[in-house]
């Protein structure tokens, strides 16, 4: 199994740092090979790591309800900027206050983030889906070729 | 940059606050004089610094939530309903306005007209400007403080003081360690004592702001020791700056004698340490914020979390408890959850409020064990400083020998490693450049040998990260599954 290059990050003017530790170390373990950017990271800076390190998928956390402002575009600037077949997943606490999952899921769907997770996640689940839709993706991209 | 410890000139300040007042178009209407008049002319109820004292005075507890949304007209409503329960009212700051990202709050302030709800995580005061801060405190009857997390809060301050507010929570490290990447701690340190100047500035003409440095810092298995010698050094450097009411803060952990030794030496150290510093003006005040990290989903459990932190406030002798809500899981409450919070602290409170813990032998071992931690901290970072408090705090984050866990600023060291002992109190488990006396370092480490014998797993990063979620799982030490 080849190992998979993944961009992981807090995005925006979120400086939560707990989760985003956990999950470096997390993924680590767990085969991948980890850019982790930290807290408070742009949408740019997700771009150019994943340029950088022709990363497999962006991984996004944000927990301090402005996910919403910040994650819209970053579908449309992905493609832009060549990253056709990036792997997107966002999961935290998304907007502000406590609403339906299922209606943050579509609003984040249709903004173009492959999964969407809440903050309590099953890692073990979330490591299992990951290598699936890289997978998926991959296989899709060298039928292409 | 080199930092000083010493009061800013008056010259040197004015200089640097025409600059400041130019970073974001709402700062040219802020006239210092014209601020000092609205705050002479403010009723003694909205006098944060008079409700503490009086509180402490009388033994009471006071109650705050944390409160903010986009736009001026809902955060009037949301304070306006909230003061029915509180004692102290909030006004916290929205995550964009606390990086000086007066641009992008905008554009959160014009996305929440449109979508009908507040898009921010709180109040853009700057961007709304003086005008809208005194509306808000004059539609209000209670104490209004401003809570946030920003390394440069220097426009933020000039524009609620003078708009009103008269309580300003942050540091120049609490705001900065647990709240930046990588802003130099000499830098927010200096503009924290541009803020503790302007504090002082309207001491000096007779209107007292009540300061309070953020307590819980990372919010992450932070022993008592490493957030007490924060809150006593931004003590120091705000007395220097002319400041008289200070509340320092401290995060609920969950064991009951941790929690409550917390408090006590919290007190005492500080005026120990404020008059070694020669410091007889101040008036002191203590404030527990209810648990700080992950809560439970359900409601219910996480009314139990908030009731604890309510009781343990009480029996402390904290003179505030910063309130928790049943949607904590889920990020930013509703009103309607905050008065939850609210009601179900008021509830403990004040069947608590004619009892306190006895003294007994564990519980002055734990309040001696802090005091001589952070002896050994502070004793370590005033000699890295040789005469200069700011200098000796850096100093202190470069060598480690203050050091937060958890935090996401590249200036702290990050290695000590910290975590439960079998009863649940925060332990010291790497010390790495602490500079702890080895019999403290001993008394932890017996402490942490306990939990592993009970758990038969030795210590590691694991069982680090199973107390991290433990709470929110339902219990307090996290033991193996």
Redesign the interface.
């Known amino acids: 199994m080849r190992q998979h290059t993944i961009v992981l990050g807090v995005i925006g003017s979120d400086c939560h740092a707990v989760g985003n530790k956990i999950l470096e170390r997390y993924f680590a373990n767990a085969g991948f090979n980890v850019i982790n950017l930290g807290v408070m990271v742009s949408q740019q800076e997700f771009i150019d790591a994943a340029i950088e390190t022709n990363a497999n998928a962006i991984l996004i956390s944000s927990l301090y309800g402005q996910g919403e402002l910040d994650c819209e575009g970053l579908r449309g600037r992905c493609i832009e900027a060549g990253l056709e077949n990036i792997v997107l997943y966002v999961g935290g606490n998304l907007v502000i206050g406590k609403k339906d999952f299922s209606a943050i899921e579509r609003k984040f769907q249709r903004m173009g983030y492959d999964r969407i997770f809440k903050p309590d996640a099953d890692l073990e689940q979330v490591t299992l889906l990951l290598r699936q839709d890289i997978d998926s993706l991959q296989s899709v991209q060298e039928n292409r070729i | 940059m080199v930092v000083v410890s010493e009061k800013i000139d008056m010259t040197e300040f004015q200089k640097e606050r025409k600059e400041v007042l130019e970073t974001w178009s709402t700062g040219s209407m802020i006239d210092l004089a014209e601020g000092i008049e609205f705050q002479k002319n403010l009723s003694e109820s909205k006098r944060f610094s008079l409700v503490m004292k009086n509180a402490q005075e009388n033994g009471l507890l006071l109650l705050q939530p944390r409160a903010g949304v986009a736009l001026v007209d809902e955060h009037i409503k949301l304070l306006s309903r909230l003061e029915n329960y509180c004692d102290l009212l909030p006004t916290t700051i ?3 306005t ?2 000086n ?1 007066y641009q ?1 709050a905008q ?2 302030i014009e ?1 929440s007209v449109k979508s009908g ?5 709180g109040f853009p005061a700057v961007n709304h400007g003086l005008e809208a801060c005194r509306r808000v405190v004059q539609a209000v009857h209670k104490p209004l403080e401003v809570r946030h ?1 920003t390394p440069d809060a220097r426009l933020l301050a000039e524009i609620t003081l003078a708009g009103g507010f008269t309580a300003f929570e942050g540091g120049g490290i609490s705001y900065n360690i ?4 990588k802003v130099p701690l000499e830098t927010s340190i200096r503009h924290w004592q541009y803020v503790d100047r302007l504090v002082g500035f309207y001491q000096e003409e007779r209107i007292t702001i009540n300061r309070e440095p953020f307590g819980p810092l ?1 919010g ?1 298995l932070i022993p008592p020791f490493i957030s007490h010698a924060v809150a006593i050094l931004e003590g120091l450097l705000a007395l220097e700056q002319g400041v008289v009411s200070l509340t320092l803060g401290y995060g609920q952990l969950g064991n009951l004698i941790q929690d409550v030794a917390a408090i006590r030496s919290l007190r005492e150290l500080a005026d120990e340490y404020f008059q070694r510093f020669g410091y007889t003006n101040y008036e002191l005040t203590t404030v527990l914020h209810q648990w700080m990290g ?1 809560f439970p ?1 359900k409601e219910t459990q996480a009314y139990s979390v908030i009731a604890w932190g309510g009781a343990v406030a009480a029996l402390s002798g904290a003179t505030k408890v910063i309130i928790k809500t049943p ?1 904590e ?6 009103c309607e ?1 905050n008065i939850q919070g609210l009601e179900a602290t008021r509830q403990i409170t004040n069947m608590l409020k004619d009892q306190y813990l006895p003294d007994s032998r564990e519980l002055s071992i734990e309040t001696e064990i802090i005091k001589q931690e952070v002896r050994a901290v502070l004793d370590s970072v005033f000699d890295l400083g040789q005469g200069n408090i700011a200098a000796g705090a850096v100093r202190a984050f470069q060598a480690g020998v203050i050091d937060v866990p ?3 600023s590249i200036y702290n060291k990050g290695k000590m490693l910290s975590i439960r002992d079998n009863v649940g109190a925060i332990r010291v488990l790497e010390k790495a450049e602490v500079p702890l006396p080895e019999s403290v370092y001993k008394y932890h480490a017996d402490k942490i040998q306990q939990r592993a014998c009970a758990e038969g797993r030795q210590p590691c ?1 694991q069982m680090v ?1 199973d107390d ?1 979620y433990a709470i ?1 799982k339902g219990r307090l030490v996290g033991r193996p599954r």
């Open positions: 929205d995550a964009y606390r990086q990202r992008d554009r959160g996305r709800q507040s898009m921010l995580n997390g647990p709240y930046a990447k990372s992450t992950g989903e949607h899981a889920s990020g930013i409450p509703t959850a958890f935090s996401p990063f990260v991290i929110s």
